[in-house]
């Protein structure tokens, strides 16, 4: 996930990030090979910006269909990440029975 400091520049409007614990969206490095989206990568933006971005919808499907199907649009209109808990159970059982046994 992409380390944001307040005054760091939003990777899509290029204006400061004034305050990153509230309207922030971050993402994750996984290597972004498509120019249209790289500005994304390991990187932070105003949650107005990636939700008024006019490659939203496009970088929604382009990052689902490589990282696992995690972004989605919510009723509000915000990207926001979706959890996984199908992997997170299976992981704890996994740390549960490694410590376990």
Excluded at 13 to 34: H, L, Q, V
């Amino acid at each position: 996930m992409a380390l944001v400091d307040a005054g760091m520049p939003c990777a899509i409007c290029r204006s400061p990030i004034d305050n990153p614990m509230r309207d922030t969206f971050a993402m994750k490095m996984w290597g972004i090979e498509d120019d249209r989206f790289a500005l994304l990568d390991d990187a932070a933006c105003h949650r107005a910006c990636i939700d008024q971005w006019e490659h939203r919808n496009e970088f929604l499907a382009y990052y689902n269909w490589n990282c696992r199907d995690e972004l989605y649009v919510d009723r509000n209109g915000h990207v926001c990440y979706r959890f996984d808990y199908a992997h997170w159970i299976g992981n704890a059982a996994i740390m549960t029975f490694t410590i376990l046994f």
